[in-house]
């Protein structure tokens, strides 16, 4: 736990979630421009080049924003509190390509019925295990990133608003402690650095089908290429928890210090290409910083409509 006296500012965190969010709707905009061709993603910005604004964010975004809101308001998590947001997003927009499950849930809460009867009662009363909880964790990894305890709660109470299966919140989970042990990192060498969030990641993250696939590609060479990884770990084609975080969280290490390799390298992995691109810009923006991120695809990326002025 962190020291009192220590503890950093609300100011601090909520900077480093911002900086987290910038990466992640960067990524979930180039991920999406480009999902109809990933395989060609670098030939197209070396070669064809990028067109210019507005790049379009999805629902990866919009619920980035909702918790990075609910985060500056309040500090913490309140699960009612965040349905409420998650609701109003939706309610104001709906057309950010929202899952089919997500989209039913937001559906029923708007006609009030509360999140602890969609979440659980999602899947035929499993709950969902799909990604959607850990394609926007990553700003509230960045937020906690100094008390490491805390981002698995609160990355938790994040998820089990929409994704109670425990494949759910082990994605969310191990999203958020990629995001804030990559920010504990950022002044180590590579080396060290990749093996202190694979350390912090695979020690926090509930035991189960995601956590098998961490396991998994924490032993994949980094020297693979990417879609040689993604046929191992999968990339988000069964939008899942477990087919989409191992090799997220994989590209994100393996490209670290480099935001723009690391989103080539995840498009050509192919699979949940916005979802994809997403976790790993939340996740490398903590390495690289702001200057890290293209200055012409922060410009390209549609502006966010945060409801309070960073
Ligand atoms: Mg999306």
Redesign the pocket.
């Known amino acids: 736990m962190t020291d009192r006296h220590n503890a950093p500012t609300h100011e601090a965190r909520l900077q480093r979630a911002l900086l987290s969010l910038d990466g992640l709707s960067v990524g979930?905009a180039f991920g999406?421009l480009l999902s109809t061709q990933s395989r060609s993603a670098r030939r197209i910005v070396e070669h064809n080049g990028l067109p210019g604004p507005h790049w379009w964010h999805?629902?990866?975004?919009q619920m980035a924003m909702a918790i990075v809101e609910e985060l500056a308001a309040t500090g913490q998590i309140s699960p009612d509190s965040l349905a409420d947001r998650f609701t109003k997003r939706y309610l104001a927009d709906p057309g950010?390509?929202?899952?089919r499950g997500a989209r039913l849930q937001l559906q029923e809460m708007a006609r009030g019925t509360g999140w602890r009867q969609t979440s659980t009662a999602a899947f035929n009363g499993r709950g969902s295990k799909g990604n959607g909880s850990a394609?926007r964790s990553a700003p509230l990894g960045a937020y906690f990133a100094d008390d490491l305890e805390c981002v698995v709660s609160e990355s938790t109470q994040s998820s089990v608003v929409t994704h109670s299966h425990p494949e759910g919140i082990a994605g969310s989970v191990a999203v958020s402690l990629a995001a804030a042990q990559t920010w504990q990192s950022r002044g180590l060498e590579l080396k060290a650095a990749r093996h202190s969030i694979w350390q912090a990641t695979l020690e926090r993250t509930p035991h189960g089908e995601t956590w098998e696939g961490l396991q998994r590609a924490f032993a994949v060479p980094l020297e693979m290429l990417p879609e040689n990884a993604a046929r191992i770990l999968g990339s988000g084609f069964l939008v899942t928890a477990a087919d989409t975080v191992p090799f997220a969280i994989w590209c994100a290490i393996r490209h670290l210090d480099d935001y723009r390799e690391a989103l080539i390298a995840t498009l050509e992995g192919d699979g949940?290409c916005?979802?994809n691109c997403?976790i790993v810009g939340g996740i490398v923006s903590m390495f690289v910083g702001r200057s890290g991120i293209p200055e012409d695809w922060l410009k390209s990326r549609e502006r966010l409509d945060l409801n309070f002025l960073p």
């Not at 999805?58 to 975004?61: A, E, G, L, N, P």
């Not at 950010?96 to 899952?99: A, E, F, K, L, V």
């Open positions: 979930d999406q999805t629902d990866d975004s950010r390509g929202y899952g394609m949940d916005d979802t997403a």
